[in-house]
C-alpha cells in the first residue's frame, strides 16, 4: 500500500515539474519573440479628457480625446445600439486613466435599461487615420 501511495506522489511530482518546465518554456518563446518587435509605447488619457465619439460599427467605437487625438476602441463584444446613443459613459477600471483596453468599460442605453460593454483593446489612430475615416465614424 506505501509503494502504491509513493508512487502515486512520485507520479504526481514528475507531471508538476514537467507542467511547470512547459510553462517556462512557453514564457521564454513568447519572451523572445516579443522581444524581436519593438513595443508600442503606452499611450494613456484621463477620462475626463474624452470630448465626443463616434460608432463605425456595434464593435468599433472611435472616442475624441481633447483637440486632436483620436482613440479607437475595440468591444470584447457586440454593445447594441451603440451606434445609435448620443451620449455614452466612458468607465476606467483602475483609476481615472485608460491605458488599454482592459481598463476601460463603455456603458450605453439600451431599450432594456443601461448596457455596459467591455473593451478588448484601443489604439490612438494617426493624423492619417483619422482624415481616413468615414465621416459618420469621425468623433
Known sequence: MKTQVLAATVLAATVLAATVLAATLALAAG??????????????????????????????VNVRVGARDV??????????????NQ??????????????????EIVTRSPI??????VSHIRKLTPEEIAALPRKARP
Open 113 to 118: 435599461g443601461p448596457m455596459r460593454c467591455p
Open 87 to 104: 451620449r455614452i459613459a466612458l468607465v476606467s477600471r483602475g483609476g481615472d486613466s485608460i491605458c488599454t483596453g482592459l481598463d476601460a
Open 31 to 60: 519572451a523572445a519573440g516579443a522581444a524581436d518587435k519593438p513595443a508600442e509605447p503606452r499611450q494613456c488619457f484621463w477620462t475626463r479628457q474624452a470630448d465626443g465619439f463616434a460608432a463605425q460599427d456595434d464593435r468599433t
Open 71 to 84: 482613440y479607437q476602441f475595440q468591444m470584447m463584444g457586440s454593445c447594441p445600439d451603440i451606434d445609435w
